[in-house]
């Protein structure tokens, strides 16, 4: 009877963990740009707080980005923290990574964070990241998890880092047999992005007399 009520005891406190945080994710949706006086207070409180998970904290991490206006989360500060933390899920699961629902929340939370504060990160740890991301996604079955972190990367490429146009073009335009709908999307989403690269850029130069410059902006990695 005391481990029944031992685990009912522990299941109701992680209702209510998942409650106050889901409570605090519509409180900053609502607050807006302000909310940011508290958001280190508030980043440290949830990565240090035991009895909160990993999944539930790079999710509710990841909801707080999204909700907030204008970078106010402020979790760029933490941002190489997570990159690393990353890489510890590859050394614990390897090729078992698609498995691990941590590492795919934790790479939706990088991804969130690339598309929010891109040109403020810092190039050493994107070029560690994007080197990672491209080696994982040449796997015949690449893991979505990285799959939505190269699109991050091809969406809001940083000037100082090359844009990996070939790594991507090989993976997103190839034929694959998931059936996930979601899967299927982010491929989708690439080729378009991949299509953009890959455009022909027009300028025009001079104020008078209208000379065409045709550019090809791909870079290869």
């Given amino acids: ?27 900053a949706k609502s607050v807006g740009f302000s909310f940011a006086l508290i958001s280190p207070s508030l980043n ?46 590859f050394e614990e699961n390897g090729e078992k990574i698609s498995n691990s629902e941590e590492a795919l929340e934790l790479a939706e939370l990088i991804a969130s964070l690339i598309r929010t504060f891109a040109p403020i990160l810092q190039i050493s740890i994107l070029l560690k990241l994007q080197h990672k991301v491209c080696l994982t996604v040449l796997s ?10 190269l699109n991050a990367l091809l969406e809001n490429n940083h000037e100082g880092i090359p844009v990996p146009i070939q790594v991507a073009s090989n993976i997103f335009f190839r034929e694959y047999t998931s059936e996930s709908t979601e899967f299927k999307e982010q491929i989708i989403k690439g080729r378009a992005l991949c299509q953009i690269y890959k455009r022909p850029k027009r300028l025009f130069l001079g104020e008078s007399n209208e000379v065409e410059a045709i550019v090809n902006e791909s870079v290869v990695v």
């Fill in 140 to 149: 015949p079955s690449p893991w979505i998890g990285a799959i939505k972190l």
């Fill in 44 to 89: 440290l409180l949830i990565l240090n707080n035991p009895n909160i998970s990993k999944l539930l904290c790079w999710k509710t991490l990841r909801k707080l980005n999204e909700v907030l206006p204008d970078g106010a989360s402020l979790l760029n500060e933490h941002f190489e923290v997570f990159v690393d933390k990353f890489f510890e899920y």
């Fill in 1 to 27: 009877m005391s481990a029944l009520t031992a685990s009912f005891v522990g299941e109701f406190e992680l209702v209510l963990i998942q409650n106050s945080l889901d409570s605090v994710v519509e409180l």
